[in-house]
């Protein structure tokens, strides 16, 4: 079964410094991983996914993240954080392989940034 | 072009009672997931419909069922409500069941008392 471990339920950081937000998965599988952001009252809107290729990825908003296959991670980071940015963020891990594409998400991180 | 839509957007039932929550995919996508997010929790993964036919289901009670029609809308129903299933309800969909992403919509907040 997969999972998604999430280290640190609230983050904060200062306006301008990098953000590190990190995940962890455990995948009996080859995993398509994924980060998501929710922003207050609404649904979840995709940052960035890795499936096969590339382990560095790019995303929306200036985040990216590093798959890690010997480390089963998949951090998330930006360089310099803005207000805006200020959200929950989860990650989530799809099983390669199988007929079904459900998402696993961890338990998020809420990220706070001070001015 | 419109995401993903859902209605509607907040519900409040007692215990016991029956709710039906919909959910519009974007346009020329065929499957759609539902997932439940309980305050201060990641989403949990409900049902999954493809062409009209469930791919997937979660560990979730006989309560919970769900379909979905020609056009490719999905309703979630949830029988005999308990006070834990207060949650929000997303809804996401994708053009299939491979690698592509799913796109959430704003979700059903239902609140049972």
Redesign the interface.
Same mark, same amino acid.
């Given at each position: 079964a997969q999972s998604v471990t999430q280290l640190g339920s609230h983050v904060s950081v200062s306006e301008g410094a990098l953000v590190l937000l990190r995940c962890n998965y455990s995948s009996s599988v080859p995993p398509y991983l994924f980060w998501y952001v929710q922003y207050p009252n609404q649904g979840l809107q995709l940052l960035l996914k890795y499936t096969t290729g590339a382990t560095l990825v790019k995303g929306i908003n200036g985040f990216e993240a590093e798959f890690k296959k010997s480390e089963t991670s998949f951090h998330l980071t930006k360089p310099s954080a803005h207000m805006s940015d200020a959200a929950e963020y989860f990650c989530a891990v799809s099983e390669v392989n199988t007929g079904r594409r459900a998402l696993t998400f961890g338990s998020g991180t809420r990220l706070q940034v001070q001015p | 072009d419109a995401g993903?839509t859902q209605s509607p957007t907040h519900l409040i039932k007692t215990r016991g009672q029956h709710v039906t929550l919909r959910c519009s995919p974007i346009s020329g996508h065929k @499957?759609v @997931?539902w997932?439940q997010q309980v305050l201060?929790?990641?989403?949990? =993964?409900i049902f999954?419909y493809y062409e009209k036919e469930e791919? #997937?289901r #979660?560990n979730f009670p006989d309560r919970f069922s769900a379909r979905q029609f020609p056009n490719y809308s999905s309703e979630l129903n949830v029988n005999a409500l308990l006070l834990g299933d207060s949650a929000l309800y997303?809804c996401?969909s @994708?053009f299939g069941?491979?690698?592509?992403?799913?796109? =959430? #919509?704003?979700?059903t907040r239902l609140l049972v008392l």
């Open positions: - | 993903v @499957s @997931s997932y201060g929790q990641g989403p949990q =993964f999954q791919r #997937g #979660g997303l996401a @994708s069941t491979g690698t592509e992403t799913q796109y =959430f #919509g704003p979700g």
